[in-house]
Protein backbone atom coordinates (compact mmCIF):
# COMPACT_ATOMS: atom_id res chain seq x y z
CA UNK A 1 0.00 0.00 0.00
CA UNK A 2 1.41 3.43 -0.78
CA UNK A 3 2.43 5.74 1.98
CA UNK A 4 -0.01 8.79 2.56
CA UNK A 5 1.31 12.42 2.83
CA UNK A 6 0.21 12.37 6.12
CA UNK A 7 1.72 9.28 7.02
CA UNK A 8 4.89 10.34 6.03
CA UNK A 9 4.04 13.26 8.11
CA UNK A 10 3.84 11.57 11.02
CA UNK A 11 7.05 9.82 10.75
CA UNK A 12 8.59 13.26 9.90
CA UNK A 13 7.22 14.56 12.97
CA UNK A 14 8.75 12.30 15.00
CA UNK A 15 12.76 11.42 14.36
CA UNK A 16 13.45 10.67 17.51
CA UNK A 17 10.96 7.74 17.90
CA UNK A 18 11.70 3.50 16.83
CA UNK A 19 9.66 2.25 13.88
CA UNK A 20 8.23 -0.03 16.57
CA UNK A 21 6.90 3.48 18.33
CA UNK A 22 5.61 5.03 15.21
CA UNK A 23 4.08 2.11 14.08
CA UNK A 24 1.66 2.67 17.10
CA UNK A 25 0.74 5.90 15.43
CA UNK A 26 0.09 4.76 11.67
CA UNK A 27 -2.54 2.19 11.85
CA UNK A 28 -1.99 -0.70 9.45
CA UNK A 29 1.88 0.17 9.43
CA UNK A 30 4.14 -2.69 10.74
CA UNK A 31 7.47 -1.03 12.17
CA UNK A 32 9.14 -3.43 8.76
CA UNK A 33 7.00 -1.00 6.80
CA UNK A 34 7.68 2.05 8.98
CA UNK A 35 11.61 1.07 8.66
CA UNK A 36 11.21 0.90 4.65
CA UNK A 37 9.95 4.08 4.58
CA UNK A 38 12.27 5.78 6.78
CA UNK A 39 15.06 4.54 3.83
CA UNK A 40 12.69 5.87 0.73
CA UNK A 41 11.87 8.73 2.23
CA UNK A 42 14.34 9.76 4.82
CA UNK A 43 13.97 10.10 8.58
CA UNK A 44 14.00 13.78 8.34
CA UNK A 45 12.07 15.74 6.38
CA UNK A 46 14.71 17.77 4.26
CA UNK A 47 13.84 21.43 3.70
CA UNK A 48 12.43 21.94 0.41
CA UNK A 49 12.11 18.08 -0.58
CA UNK A 50 8.44 17.26 -1.99
CA UNK A 51 8.29 13.37 -2.17
CA UNK A 52 7.19 11.70 -5.60
CA UNK A 53 4.14 11.12 -6.92
CA UNK A 54 2.89 7.80 -6.01
CA UNK A 55 1.51 6.78 -9.14
CA UNK A 56 3.82 7.53 -11.84
CA UNK A 57 6.90 8.18 -9.15
CA UNK A 58 7.97 10.75 -11.27
CA UNK A 59 6.93 14.29 -10.55
CA UNK A 60 6.54 15.90 -7.21
CA UNK A 61 3.63 15.36 -5.04
CA UNK A 62 1.17 18.50 -5.60
CA UNK A 63 1.12 19.90 -2.80
CA UNK A 64 -0.39 23.58 -3.08
CA UNK A 65 -3.77 21.50 -3.40
CA UNK A 66 -5.52 19.23 -0.27
CA UNK A 67 -6.23 16.39 -2.58
CA UNK A 68 -2.95 15.91 -4.55
CA UNK A 69 -1.46 16.34 -0.80
CA UNK A 70 -3.65 13.68 0.73
CA UNK A 71 -3.54 11.29 -2.42
CA UNK A 72 0.36 11.69 -2.53
CA UNK A 73 0.16 12.83 -6.60
CA UNK A 74 1.57 14.81 -8.63
CA UNK A 75 -0.49 17.84 -10.66
CA UNK A 76 -1.35 15.86 -13.72
CA UNK A 77 -2.39 12.39 -11.62
CA UNK A 78 -4.61 14.87 -9.24
CA UNK A 79 -6.17 15.83 -12.19
CA UNK A 80 -6.47 12.28 -13.89
CA UNK A 81 -7.77 11.15 -10.55
CA UNK A 82 -10.20 13.89 -10.00
CA UNK A 83 -11.95 13.28 -13.49
CA UNK A 84 -11.82 9.85 -12.81
CA UNK A 85 -13.87 9.86 -9.64
CA UNK A 86 -16.15 12.26 -11.81
CA UNK A 87 -16.58 9.98 -14.34
CA UNK A 88 -16.72 6.60 -12.92
CA UNK A 89 -18.07 7.90 -9.20
CA UNK A 90 -22.05 6.97 -9.24
CA UNK A 91 -21.21 3.90 -11.03
CA UNK A 92 -18.98 2.61 -8.66
CA UNK A 93 -21.06 3.61 -6.32
CA UNK A 94 -23.87 1.43 -7.56
CA UNK A 95 -21.76 -1.37 -7.94
CA UNK A 96 -20.51 -1.68 -4.48
CA UNK A 97 -24.10 -1.41 -3.86
CA UNK A 98 -25.18 -4.06 -5.87
CA UNK A 99 -22.21 -6.05 -3.99
CA UNK A 100 -23.68 -5.28 -0.60
CA UNK A 101 -26.88 -6.93 -1.73
CA UNK A 102 -26.14 -9.70 -2.83
CA UNK A 103 -24.13 -10.87 0.01
CA UNK A 104 -26.81 -9.68 2.27
CA UNK A 105 -29.33 -12.11 0.23
CA UNK A 106 -26.86 -14.67 0.57
CA UNK A 107 -26.45 -14.36 4.43
CA UNK A 108 -30.15 -14.27 4.91
CA UNK A 109 -31.25 -16.91 2.62
CA UNK A 110 -32.76 -19.84 4.20
ZN1 LIG B 1 2.12 11.49 -10.99
Known sequence: MPWEYSE???VWA???MTAEELSRLLPGRTPKAVSRARERYGR????????PCQRCGEHPVWEAAADGRRWG???ACTIEEREYRERS???LAARDN????RKFKRRHRR
Not at 98 to 101: E, S, T
Open 89 to 91: GPA
Open 44 to 51: WRTEGFTP
Open 8 to 10: LSV
Open 14 to 16: NPS
Open 73 to 75: LCK
Open 98 to 101: AYRQ
